[in-house]
């Protein structure tokens, strides 16, 4: 009745499909950007890639790439990445975690129990990859809003745009 325009989001499960054809050392960067900036919390973070073909072959190095981020207090110059925003946050995300192990997923980069010396009540997950999701897990289905980025197999970028 009063004509307002309303742009509404209700979750954010981003997707990234990786082609096999794209260029490696760009595509992992932008993916350890995209999915572990501000620890995640950010309504466009990229929460879950769909990795096509061979392109699988280049998930150890996300990994990798992220294990080396810093992870402290988000004051600090040396921080990549800071805290949750609270301990109620950063359980759930523990959790969502802990389902897709206890739903058959492997985690290639666990960041639970993180502790940083200096901040030892700190709300910390560190960088998290989980690979072998499947669009039926908790994880893959609900909004995580942290330093997690799951990770689907697929053979061809038509399976990719079915999910």
Same mark, same amino acid.
């Given at each position: 009745q009063n004509g307002k325009r309303v742009q509404s989001n209700m979750g954010a499960k981003n997707h990234g499909v990786i082609m096999p054809d794209a260029n490696k050392e760009y595509t992992i960067n932008q993916l350890v950007g995209a999915a572990f900036g501000a620890a995640g919390q950010r309504c466009m973070a990229l929460t879950t890639a769909v990795v096509v073909g061979e392109a699988k072959q280049?998930? =150890?190095?996300? %990994?990798? /790439?992220?294990? /080396?981020? +810093?992870?402290?207090?988000?004051?600090?110059?040396? %921080?990549?990445?800071? =805290? +949750?925003?609270?301990?109620?946050?950063?359980k759930r995300i523990e959790g969502l975690i802990q389902?897709?192990?206890? !739903?058959?997923?492997?985690?290639?980069l666990d960041g639970r129990g993180l502790v940083v010396p200096e901040y030892p009540d700190g709300n910390f997950v560190g960088p998290t990859v989980?690979?072998? &999701?499947?669009?039926? &897990?908790?994880? @893959?289905?609900? !909004?995580?809003?942290?330093?997690?980025?799951? +990770?689907? @197999?697929?053979?061809? &970028?038509e399976e990719a745009i079915e999910l």
């Amino acid at each position: 009745q009063n004509g307002k325009r309303v742009q509404s989001n209700m979750g954010a499960k981003n997707h990234g499909v990786i082609m096999p054809d794209a260029n490696k050392e760009y595509t992992i960067n932008q993916l350890v950007g995209a999915a572990f900036g501000a620890a995640g919390q950010r309504c466009m973070a990229l929460t879950t890639a769909v990795v096509v073909g061979e392109a699988k072959q280049w998930i =150890p190095e996300v %990994a990798e /790439k992220a294990a /080396k981020l +810093v992870v402290s207090a988000g004051h600090e110059a040396k %921080a990549d990445l800071g =805290p +949750v925003i609270s301990p109620e946050s950063k359980k759930r995300i523990e959790g969502l975690i802990q389902s897709a192990v206890d !739903e058959g997923a492997d985690l290639l980069l666990d960041g639970r129990g993180l502790v940083v010396p200096e901040y030892p009540d700190g709300n910390f997950v560190g960088p998290t990859v989980i690979q072998n &999701m499947s669009t039926d &897990m908790r994880a @893959y289905k609900e !909004e995580i809003f942290g330093p997690v980025l799951c +990770v689907l @197999y697929v053979d061809t &970028m038509e399976e990719a745009i079915e999910l």
